[in-house]
């Protein structure tokens, strides 16, 4: 029989250390070299149809104290068939990737990012939200709209299928993709680390969203590749999806998180 062959883990720990600038420090980044700093933002059609979210300065949700929702923050793998609202989404958006203002092409956003690079791009597949057709949008930070990208019959059963047979009942799902460039431009080899400590900052965020509106979510970092990229229609290199997340409104009594990590409900108090 053949062996089959064994990971390579101290060379994957590689890209979470620091950056020995001692070895790298005499590489010229582009931002050094003058070259103009990529968008922040991917352009849509002029004449795609955006949807319209509730704005931030109307926002009425998400009032919970900060104590209670960290208490409350649990990975939930099991939602009901509830709808989540236009203003509810529109506040997880918000939270996770909301825009504040932009200086000469750099974004600051809600959520922290290495340099204000913002690598990041949101897509959704909407099943359940109210006054928002099913379907894949991407999300424009800078207007605070959705826009449209495909309703096509099947989808639902892609992205499962996508990550790998996961089925979560979510009223939405958030994927996430990364334009590597965005961040390569200001920070060359050192990128790699910085994306993926953003990518914590984006989830977190929209744990505590999610709690502060009696919702739910579980952060998804095992999808196929090949499979997510094409359904999001991305070309794998010059960007790629980097993670996903279920939400909705969470089922009565979720303990399928602890089962599937083989814990024993009896040796814990956590539901």
Same mark, same amino acid.
């Given at each position: ?26 590489? *010229?980044? #582009? ?15 002029? #004449? ?9 300065? *109307? ?22 068939? *509830? ?20 200086? /000469? ?24 939200? *109210? ?5 894949? %949008? ?21 992205? /499962? ?7 979560? /009942?979510? =009223? ?8 590597? %460039? ?29 709690? =502060? ?5 579980? =952060? ?14 991305? #070309? ?8 996903? =997340? ?26």
């Amino acid at each position: 029989m053949e062996d089959k062959p064994k990971p390579d883990l101290e060379g994957r720990r590689g890209f979470l250390k620091a950056i020995d600038w001692s070895r790298w420090g005499h590489l *010229e980044t #582009d931002q050094q070299k003058g070259i103009p700093l990529p968008p922040f933002q991917k352009p849509h059609p002029a #004449d795609a149809g955006l949807v319209r979210l509730v704005p931030p300065d *109307e926002l009425t949700v998400g009032k919970t104290p900060m104590l209670e929702v960290i208490n409350k923050r649990r990975s939930r793998r099991k939602f009901t068939d *509830e709808a989540l609202t236009n203003e509810e989404l529109s506040f997880l958006l918000w939270a996770t990737q909301g825009y504040r203002r932009d200086v /000469n092409g750099w974004s600051f956003r809600t959520v922290p990012s290495a340099g204000s690079r913002h690598s990041f791009e949101t897509y959704l597949h909407v099943v359940q939200v *109210e006054r928002i057709d099913p379907g894949l %949008y991407r999300f424009l930070p800078k207007e605070h709209k959705l826009v449209f990208l495909t309703g096509e019959e099947g989808l639902e059963e892609r992205v /499962n299928e996508a990550l790998y047979g996961q089925r979560f /009942n979510a =009223a939405v799902t958030f994927i996430w993709t990364t334009l590597p %460039y965005r961040m390569e431009w200001r920070y060359s080899v050192a990128s790699v680390k910085a994306i993926a400590i953003d990518a914590g900052h984006v989830g977190q965020n929209l744990y505590l969203a999610a709690e =502060a509106i009696n919702c739910g979510t579980c =952060a998804i970092g095992a999808y196929d590749q090949g499979k997510m990229d094409a359904l999001l229609g991305v #070309d794998g290199g010059d960007e790629f999806t980097i993670y996903a =997340a279920p939400v909705g409104k969470p089922a009565e009594k979720d303990i399928d998180t602890l089962q599937r990590h083989g814990i024993d409900q009896a040796q814990t108090s956590e539901e």
